[in-house]
């Protein structure tokens, strides 16, 4: 399937047949006038591209009690650095956030609203949070000019 203008959707509308179908999907900020700021786009691309923002990017999730799950991560590649950010699992339908790592520089003892995200797993995926997290996750897409799929973990 070639993506069409009817293709665009809010990120929080994303399925995990979206996501078999386009395992990369990126934000219209070009395409403001039509769309507004949740709304993404496949890219119809093989690896993800170099100098890219918050691509969402197909991942398969293992958690810590061993079971499966389709989801994405969020990927960025401009800069020096690769960042990777947990992004959502598919449980029954429906996408269940994953709380992002703490900032480099949080202080110890201080709460910048992770635990919220975290609080909220175990209620949307139906397990409790010692078989949810950590969890490990493989992207479904190469990055360009590498070989292999990046791995991470959600903690």
């Known amino acids: 399937m070639t993506p069409t203008h009817k293709t665009r959707k809010p990120i929080d509308k994303l399925t995990e047949e979206d996501l078999k179908t386009f395992p990369m999907w990126e934000y219209v900020l070009d395409e403001e006038g039509d769309f507004d700021e949740t709304y993404v786009r496949p890219l119809d691309l093989e690896t993800i591209p170099p100098d890219s923002y918050s691509i969402s990017v197909a991942a398969r999730y293992t958690l810590n009690c061993g079971a499966e799950y389709l ?16 992004g959502f699992i598919f449980a029954g339908g429906t996408a269940v956030g994953l709380p992002d790592p703490p900032p480099k520089d949080a202080m110890p003892g201080i709460d910048r609203g992770i635990d919220l995200t975290r609080a909220n797993l175990p209620k949307g995926m139906n397990l409790p949070i010692d078989q949810i997290l950590p969890a490990n996750y493989q992207l479904l897409v190469r990055l360009e000019g590498e070989e292999n799929l990046r791995e991470g973990v959600a903690s």
Request: hydrophobic fraction near 50%.
């Open 71 to 86: 989801g994405f991560v969020m990927v960025s590649t401009g800069g020096d650095l690769v960042e990777i950010l947990p």
